[in-house]
Structures are given as C-alpha cells and as structure tokens.
T-cell receptor, first 114, second 117 residues
C-alpha cells in the first residue's frame, strides 16, 4: 500500500481564498483523522471520522473550517475564507480501530496564507 | 482531560552519547495507550511504539528502549549510542479507552533532538 496520501504537498494562497486539502487513507482503515501542526500549539486534532461518519469535530477552530468524507477512500478539509493564522502543516492520518492502534500519517500539506 | 507533557523542548548530544526523552502523562482512565512518534526533517510522522496501560514491561528495540512507569505516569524513551540519523522531533502521545469514549491520539509538544557528529 502507498500509505496515506495527501495533496497538495504545499499550498500558498491569498487571504480570503478558499483552500481544499485532500487525503486518501490506507485501504481498509476505518478511522481518519485531520491534525494541524503549528509551532505555537503543536499537533492538534481537528476532526476525525469512523466509517466515513464525523465523530468529533470539536477541534475545528472556526466555522471557516469544514471536513467531509464522502467515501472510504477520500476526505477533504476546506478552509473558507482562509486567513494568515491558518498557516500550518495539516496532516491526515488513518488507522484500524481508532484509539488503541497506531495511526499512519500522510506527509502533510504545508499551507501558507499570505 | 488528558494531557501529555514533554518538558524538554530541545536536546543536543554528541554522536554515540545516550539520550533520554521524557514523557509525563495525565489521565483518569484506567485503560489507555501510550505512543511515541518520530518526525524527521522530511516532515512525516513515523510510528515507533505503542504500549497499553496494563503492560509495564520495558521494551527494547535495537538502540531504542522505553521505560513505562505507572507510579510516576511516565513513558520515557532512551536512544543508546545516538547517531546523526536520530536527529528529529520526537512526540509522545496518549489515547484513552472506553471510560473516556475511546479518544484519539493527543500529542505532547515534542522534543527536538539534535545529534552532532
């Protein structure tokens, strides 16, 4: 398996623009997580899905953030409108079983909002 | 609420030295898992180890070893005879079990290890 695949790897956008980050989890994994990494706050869980259903989105910072998982092999994280403080590395991860197994991470998307 | 503390922000050692990375956790759950991940300069997060709350046996894997002590709520990571390739940010993480709703990984802030040749 190719692992968790995220795209794009890098994204530079202007403030106010819509940004969509994409993730393809490992086949057969039933949990998908979106994390954000910044210097100040470290790795924060934004939202996670189980069998394509959002379970907990309490980590989503604002209504400008939304995430979907239309099927078992694809998820998106959208920011609209984007702001400079959204600049971070966004990681997608997947696992089998959720809390008691290791999560496999993608290579991340480095987002810069100018 | 769960919490993971990695008090060491940055550590610098000379190659071949041993180094221990500290991790202290907080949880009220009796069932939980602890993890260590490595983030090399390339940026991806690499899983190193998982340990459940009922297994306090120390573990050794090559130059890596882990010391889990429930009495002090610690899960420390030691690298023996460090190498330049060990330079990375290391994260400790915690997930809680059924009593807490099976929560996903919560990470510490990480420890940046620099191994100098």
């Amino acid at each position: 398996d190719a692992g968790v695949i995220q795209s794009p790897r890098h994204e530079v956008t202007e403030m106010g623009q819509e940004v969509t980050l994409r993730c393809k989890p490992i086949s057969g994994h039933d949990y998908l997580f979106w994390y954000r990494q910044t210097m100040m706050r470290g790795l924060e869980l934004l939202i996670y899905f189980n069998n394509n259903v959002p379970i907990d989105d309490s980590g989503m910072p604002e209504d400008r953030f939304s995430a979907k998982m239309p099927n078992a092999s694809f998820s998106t994280l959208k920011i609209q409108p984007s702001e400079p403080r959204d600049s971070a590395v966004y990681f997608c991860a997947s696992s089998v079983g959720g809390w008691n197994t290791e999560a496999f991470f993608g290579q991340g998307t480095r987002l810069t909002v100018v | 609420a769960q919490k993971v503390t990695q008090a060491q922000t940055e550590i610098s050692v000379v190659e071949k030295e041993d180094v221990t990375l500290d991790c202290v956790y907080e949880t009220r759950d009796t069932t939980y898992y602890l993890f260590w991940y490595k983030q090399p300069p390339s940026g991806e997060l690499v899983f190193l180890i998982r340990r459940n709350s009922f297994d306090e046996q120390n573990e050794i894997s090559g130059r890596y070893s882990w010391n889990f002590q429930k009495s002090t709520s610690s899960f420390n990571f030691t690298i023996t005879a460090s190498q330049v390739v060990d330079s990375a940010v290391y994260f400790c993480a915690l997930s809680e079990g059924p009593d807490s709703g099976n929560t996903p990984l919560v990470f510490g802030k990480g420890t940046r290890l620099s191994v100098i040749a």
